[in-house]
């Protein structure tokens, strides 16, 4: 079946500091992986949208100078949260979608990010 | 823009009790609609999808039917388990944005007393 890793489950930064967090796709290739938050009141914020052959689309209140992502191959993508503040803290979800023509994302764990 | 409204924000039942957690939409187009469970701890896991007009998903006992015609996704189940306990998200993904991009409903909180 579809699996999705992601790599830490949890961190602790300290303010104004930068932390890194990865997906992974096991078993299928990613033809687009979606960079989610999920704030402690449960709602999700997509963040940006990586689609294989094109540029990587942020929302409107994210941008790439904030959480800049890497999305190297079909399988594994990262991004980091730079300067962190206590806003910037909750879940992050990566969810991989399987191919072009399928609508369904599958979901990683997610890193939890706390902001001290 | 696309939207996803869950009417319950919490939902609580005993064990064998019927379940129906309302799942309203409004997009462009005619969206895939998913159903969503995440547990506590872990990253939200598909349930099942529908996309087509009257087209019924189903999994683990939980079903919900596409209505275009009153735009509603509505997740129910006949006997509900302890285990059920969770959060559920309904969400819609606009194929003819094809952006791959899913916009969720803000979740209803399941608890399943024994």
């Known amino acids: 079946g579809a699996l999705v890793y992601q790599y830490p489950r949890r961190t602790i930064c300290k303010s104004g500091t930068s932390m890194r967090m990865e997906c992974q796709a096991v078993?299928?290739?990613?033809?687009?992986v979606a960079w989610y938050r999920q704030s402690p009141q449960k709602t999700f914020e997509l963040i940006a949208l990586?689609?294989?052959?094109?540029?990587?689309?942020?929302e409107q209140n994210f941008t790439q100078e904030k959480f800049p992502i890497s999305h190297p191959n079909l399988s594994f993508s990262s991004m980091t949260v730079l300067n962190a503040y206590l806003e910037d803290r909750g879940l992050y979800l990566c969810?991989?979608?399987?191919?072009?023509?399928?609508?369904?994302?599958?979901f990683g764990p997610g890193t939890r990010l706390t902001v001290l | 823009g696309d939207s996803v409204t869950q009417t319950e924000g919490q939902v609580a039942l005993s064990e064998e009790d019927f379940l129906t957690i309302h799942c309203n939409y409004s997009?462009?187009?005619?969206?895939?609609l998913f159903w969503y469970v995440q547990y506590p701890g872990e990253g939200p896991q598909l349930l099942f999808r529908?996309?087509?007009?009257?087209e019924k998903g189903s999994s683990r006992g939980f079903e919900a039917t596409y209505d275009k015609g009153t735009t509603s996704f509505h997740l129910r189940k006949a006997s509900v388990q302890e285990s059920d306990s969770a959060v559920y998200y309904c969400?819609?993904?606009?194929?003819?944005?094809?952006?791959?991009?899913?916009?969720f409903g803000h979740g209803t909180i399941l608890r399943v007393h024994p």
């Open positions: 969810g991989a979608r399987l191919g072009l023509g399928t609508y369904e994302q599958y």
């Open positions: 078993g299928f290739q990613a033809t687009s």
């Open positions: 990586s689609t294989v052959n094109s540029a990587i689309k942020y």
């Open positions: 997009a462009s187009g005619y969206p895939t």
């Open positions: 529908a996309s087509r007009d009257k």
């Open positions: 969400a819609l993904s606009d194929p003819g944005a094809n952006t791959g991009k899913l916009t």
